[in-house]
Nanobody, 119 residues
Framework: QVQPVESGGGLVQAGGSLRLSCTAS????????MGWYRQAPGKQRLLVAT???????NYGDSMKGRVTISRDNGKNTVSLQMNSLNPEDTAVYYC?????????????WGQGTQVTVSS
C-alpha cells in the first residue's frame, strides 16, 4: 500500500517561503507521477504542481512562478519550494502519488499539511 506522508507546513508571514516535503513508500512510487494539490476551506482541490519519474514538471495556474517542485527517485520523495506566499495561499496541501498503466489508474493521497499565511 502506498502512503504519502507530508511535512513542512506551518505558519508564515506574507512574502515568506516554505518548503514542503513528502515521502511515499511502495514499489510503484518510482514509476509514478508525484505532485502537490491544495484545498482551501469551502473550495475544490486544485493542482499546484506535478513531476513525472523522468522529471517533467507541470504547474497549476494558481502558484505558477512562485513554486518549484522536485523529486528524489532514490528516496521516493517530492518537495515543493514555495516563495512569495500571500494569504490566499492558505490551504491544506496534499501530496499525491499517481500511478498509471494502460487501462488502470491509482491515486494515493497523504493526509495533508496545513499552510497558513498571515498578512
Amino acid at each position: 500500500q502506498v502512503q504519502p506522508v507530508e511535512s513542512g507546513g506551518g505558519l508564515v508571514q506574507a512574502g515568506g517561503s516554505l518548503r514542503l516535503s513528502c515521502t511515499a513508500s511502495g514499489s510503484i512510487v518510482s514509476s509514478s507521477t508525484m505532485g502537490w494539490y491544495r484545498q482551501a476551506p469551502g473550495k475544490q482541490r486544485l493542482l499546484v504542481a506535478t513531476v513525472t519519474p523522468g522529471g517533467t514538471t507541470n504547474y497549476g495556474d494558481s502558484m505558477k512562478g512562485r513554486v518549484t517542485i522536485s523529486r528524489d527517485n532514490g528516496k521516493n520523495t517530492v518537495s515543493l519550494q514555495m516563495n512569495s506566499l500571500n494569504p490566499e495561499d492558505t490551504a491544506v496541501y496534499y501530496c499525491n502519488v499517481n500511478w498509471q498503466l494502460i487501462g488502470t489508474r491509482r491515486d494515493y493521497w497523504g493526509q495533508g499539511t496545513q499552510v497558513t499565511v498571515s498578512s
